[in-house]
T-cell receptor, first 116, second 112 residues
Framework: AQTVTQSQPEMSVQEAETVTLSCTYD???????LFWYKQPPSRQMILVIR??????QNATENRFSVNFQKAAKSFSLKISDSQLGDAAMYFC?????????????FGTGTLLAVQP | KAGVTQTPRYLIKTRGQQVTLSCSPI?????VSWYQQTPGQGLQFLFE???????NKGNFPGRFSGRQFSNSRSEMNVSTLELGDSALYLC???????????FGSGTRLTVV
């Protein structure tokens, strides 16, 4: 069974600094997708960035980028120039490509605090 | 375009009652999934519907059920509520050809 592990329950960063959130996963599949979702106090899960496993190039979205290491099954999120609005719970998620199951498998989350 | 809409936002029910939650996906999205979020168990997959058919179901008891209508709107029902059913229930939709999901703001269910 696939699993997603986030080993940092909480992280803190100074405004304008850079922070990296860690995520590892376990799967025997070769085709899959990885995601980082942000959940602020408003509760809505917001897609931050996504990565297709077959792409070697790391995804970037403005201040957000990932370090995808397929062999190591690692998928970390880097937030540059952190802003107060980045404070939230961040979830790493995995979804298998194809097959009968399209569910997202989530990690336990990392609570990010941004200090002014 | 409008996002995923979940109603109601908050709900308080008594043990033994049943509850129905509603989810309207993004226009054109035919896949709707439901997740339960609790502090203890985290985010867990409940079920997925596509074109009115349940495609996948998570490891939840039969008290949890759902359905999808021809306009892709989905409902989930929980019968004989237990205290442990207190959770945030999130709905997500996905369009054909898109591999990411868009979530709603959830329904916070409290069972007393």
């Amino acid at each position: 069974a696939q699993t997603v592990t986030q080993s940092q329950p909480e992280m803190s960063v100074q405004e304008a600094e850079t922070v990296t959130l860690s995520c590892t996963y376990d799967t025997s599949e070769s085709d899959y997708y990885l995601f980082w979702y942000k959940q602020p106090p408003s509760r809505q899960m917001i897609l931050v960035i996504r990565q297709e496993a077959y792409k070697q190039q790391n995804a970037t979205e403005n201040r957000f980028s990932v370090n995808f290491q397929k062999a190591a099954k690692s998928f970390s999120l880097k937030i540059s120039d952190s802003q107060l609005g980045d404070a939230a719970m961040y979830f790493c998620a995995y979804r298998r490509e194809g097959g009968a199951t399209n569910k997202l498998i989530f990690g336990t989350g990392t609570l990010l605090a941004v200090q002014p | 375009k409008a996002g995923v809409t979940q109603t109601p936002r908050y709900l308080i029910k008594t043990r033994g009652q049943q509850v129905t939650l509603s989810c309207s996906p993004i226009s054109g999205h035919r896949s709707v999934s439901w997740y339960q979020q609790t502090p203890g168990q985290g985010l867990q997959f409940l079920f997925e519907y596509f074109s009115e058919t349940q495609r996948n179901k998570g490891n939840f008891p039969g008290r949890f059920s759902g359905r999808q209508f021809s306009n892709s709107r989905s409902e989930m029902n929980v019968s004989t509520l237990e205290l442990g059913d207190s959770a945030l229930y999130l709905c997500a939709s996905r369009g054909t050809g898109d591999y990411g999901y868009t979530f709603g703001s959830g329904t916070r269910l409290t069972v007393v």
